[in-house]
């Protein structure tokens, strides 16, 4: 029996590769985001972990590659939510 990546795959690698991107890019936009924390450790593994999905998205189908951007927005969407939570959270 083989493991093959389908349309549920892709959907999870993109949940997964949205939040680490999100992740990357406030770390990057750190002086204008108030109150994100830098992970020094978590940081060279979000990138190695990005790093690792590319070989996924090379030649995906069409509709893989639907469900992959799909993912990948929710979890930008998601870590957006998180971080909006966690800056003015307290002023709700």
Known sequence: MALRAGTPWYFTVGLIGGITLAYLLSVQLGLLLPSWPFNALFTP?????????????????????????????????????AWLFYAYGGAL
């Open 45 to 81: 593994l979000a990138m190695f972990s990005l790093a690792l999905q590319t070989p996924y998205l090379r030649r995906p189908q069409a509709a893989n590659l639907a469900s992959w951007r799909l993912g990948a927005l929710l979890g930008v969407a998601a870590l957006a939510l």
